[in-house]
């Protein structure tokens, strides 16, 4: 199935999801897909989509930049930087980090496992004003 997985399609959804384009929920994800990341578990199309919706109401822009990618059977890892803004999060300037995202295709090519990896306090912790620079000073010790 692997040459099957429309990879080039899949990124640029990543990257024109937003708020004016959440359809592409429907487009990329199976009625039963299961979304994990670190701060989440979320279950299901419908509440992948309130998430998203949420999310991207405070997010002024978000670009992924695709570094690589590994794929069998059924399964795509896409390696990438995402750079966003978001309104509480250093000022609304921009955030960059690393990650990668395990999809799992069904048989309908919709994704039915949708597993980000990336660091927590890279992408949030660190950009609180107290919490930041704590983090920051625990970090430059390890």
């Not at 359809?23 to 990329?28: A, I």
């Not at 995202?101 to 660190?126: P, T």
């Amino acid at each position: 199935m692997v040459d099957k997985i429309p990879v080039e399609r899949v990124k640029a959804i990543f990257n024109e999801m937003g708020r004016d384009s959440l359809q592409l929920v429907d487009e990329l994800y199976s009625p039963g897909v299961l979304f994990v990341d670190p701060f989440h578990r979320i279950e299901g199309r419908n509440a992948l989509y309130d998430y998203y919706e949420k999310m991207y109401a405070n997010v002024h822009s978000i670009r992924f930049d695709f570094s690589g990618k590994t794929s069998s059977g059924n399964d795509l890892v896409l390696y990438w930087a995402m750079t966003f803004r978001h309104a509480r999060l250093r000022g609304g300037k921009p955030v960059t980090v690393e990650g990668c995202s395990l999809l799992a295709f069904g048989e309908d090519g919709k994704v039915v496992l949708h597993r980000d990896y990336f660091d927590a306090g890279a992408l949030i912790y660190e950009h609180i004003p107290v919490l930041g620079s704590v983090i920051r000073r625990i970090r430059s010790r390890v």
